[in-house]
């Protein structure tokens, strides 16, 4: 009996702490800052952050990249992800307060107090600071609602069960806002931080383990594509290739050459960028010269 | 014991001769010519546009000459009709073709497209030929549309690079 009681009280415990290390964080409306909203900001975050290579409709550009009716799908190892309609519309996040986006940004937890699946990449986007990414939500306040809710994700189990994913964020999930490293000059710093935050370049140019965590120690060393096969449900063989100042990298590259190819699209052999590359440079082309320059400036400091 | 090291020395024959195979040195592939070719005049596109590339960049000074003339040979090169470069089959589906060619099946299954595609790089290359000579930002106006129609094609229907494969 005793025994039972003790085994009991384990189990009890066990799922006490589950639930505690599962449970969606938040942060709380007191903790949001007194901002006047920063459009021309907001407009840079939103082309850095990418948001149109996966919200706009599949294979969009130009100006239809401003349309987030949502619908491009990710198949990766896990199943399918589907990129939701984040356009200001009642299918989008039309009806979204501010806390609502920001919580989704930093803690990757929907206004319905669910976790999102890391496809979305706030383990970057936590990196932000508060104001950038409520300059981001102005901005995306200002673009054409559209209508149409996105298929569902499709996936099997156990990606299936999204408390799981509390137990992934314990894991990946660490929390912290970028900091200014002062011992680096300031154009490093900031091409850290659009690298590491909004641009979230380590999302396929880090590789990453079994659970989809990035492997932080090959940070930017290339990756396997992480996509499969549409029809064939088989893993690509592409590379992702290494950003660094390595050997294997970029180091015959020149900070010039970097800014140059982040410009106009072309390797410093003249080749040009292709794959989904091709809609991330698009994406940079509207940050000014001086933020492509520090991204340069940052993947040349790389080792 | 002999028939292990027998067994081994076998396995490892085979290993070797797979490893031959895969890499493809002295062995010829399905499409080889075409391939090559193909790639060859990727490579010579790539060669004219470094040279308006590096004016544009500030590497080399500005020449209106040999701009227009980098021009004209980009435009030339993209006006030959290679069709017999592109057969159906050469694509990097094709197991045999493994480490290859980055050509993707959609090049085929989704044409005319990239007929259209390469129209747009014609057009570039045309506006480029006709405007190289009128100055440094003429040049650097221009180059970003032909950068875009090199992207344009190389973002459907290239695939990836393959580790370890420059190509």
Not at chain 1, 291 to 303: E, H, T, V
């Amino acid at each position: 009996m005793r025994l039972y009681k003790l085994a009991l009280t384990t189990c009890l415990a066990g799922a006490v702490i589950f639930y505690w290390i599962t449970a969606p964080e938040l942060i709380e409306q007191d903790a949001l800052p007194e901002h006047t909203v920063n459009l021309t900001n907001g407009e840079q975050m939103f082309w850095v952050g990418g948001c149109g290579s996966c919200h706009a409709a599949d294979g969009a550009s130009g100006n239809h990249k401003l349309l987030l009716s949502g619908g491009l799908t990710l198949d990766t190892p896990f199943g399918a992800f589907v990129a939701p309609n984040i356009s200001p519309h009642d299918d989008g996040i039309g009806q979204w307060s501010d806390l609502d986006f920001v919580n989704a940004m930093i803690k990757g937890v929907s206004p319905e107090g669910k976790h999102y699946y890391p496809a979305f990449p706030y383990t970057n986007y936590q990196r932000m600071p508060v104001t950038d990414v409520l300059d981001l939500k102005a901005f995306l306040d200002t673009l054409p609602p559209v209508a149409g809710k996105a298929d569902d994700h499709s996936l099997g189990f156990p990606f299936n069960i999204r408390w799981g994913l509390g137990l992934w964020k314990w894991r990946y999930l660490d929390g912290q806002s970028f900091e200014p490293d002062p011992t680096l000059e300031d154009a490093i710093n900031r091409g850290r931080y659009l690298v590491d935050g909004p641009g979230h370049c380590g999302a396929c140019h880090t590789p990453r383990d079994r659970f989809g965590g990035e492997l932080l120690s090959s940070y930017l060393q290339g990756a396997s594509v992480l996509e499969v096969n549409e029809h064939t449900g088989e893993q690509s063989s592409g590379w992702v290739p290494n950003i660094t100042s390595d050997d294997n990298g970029l180091a015959e590259w020149t900070q010039e050459d970097i800014a140059y190819s982040l410009e106009t699209g072309f390797t410093p052999e003249f080749d040009s960028f292709g794959g989904s590359m091709s809609s991330v440079q698009d994406n940079i082309y509207h940050l000014s010269a001086s933020d492509r320059m520090a991204i340069a400036a940052y993947l040349k400091s790389l080792q | 014991m002999k028939i292990l090291s027998l067994i081994s020395a076998s396995i490892l024959c085979a290993s070797v001769s797979v490893v031959t195979t895969a890499d493809g040195h002295g062995k010829g592939y399905p499409f080889k010519n075409e391939i090559q070719a193909r790639m060859n005049v990727m490579n010579l596109y790539g060669y004219y546009l470094g040279e308006l590339g590096a004016m544009a960049k500030g590497q080399s000074p500005y020449d209106a000459d040999a701009a227009t003339r980098a021009a004209n040979n980009l435009l030339a090169m993209a006006k030959l009709d290679n069709t017999t470069m592109w057969p159906q089959g050469s694509d990097n589906s094709v197991p045999a073709l493994d480490n290859k060619t980055r050509a993707k099946p959609e090049a085929w299954t989704t044409y005319p497209e990239i007929v259209d595609k390469h129209k747009a790089l014609i057009t570039a290359a045309t506006t480029m030929a006709a405007e190289a000579g009128n100055g440094l930002d003429a040049v650097r106006a221009n180059i970003g549309a032909v950068g875009q129609s090199c992207k344009g094609c190389h973002e459907a229907f290239r695939g990836p690079k393959l580790k370890g494969h420059s190509h």
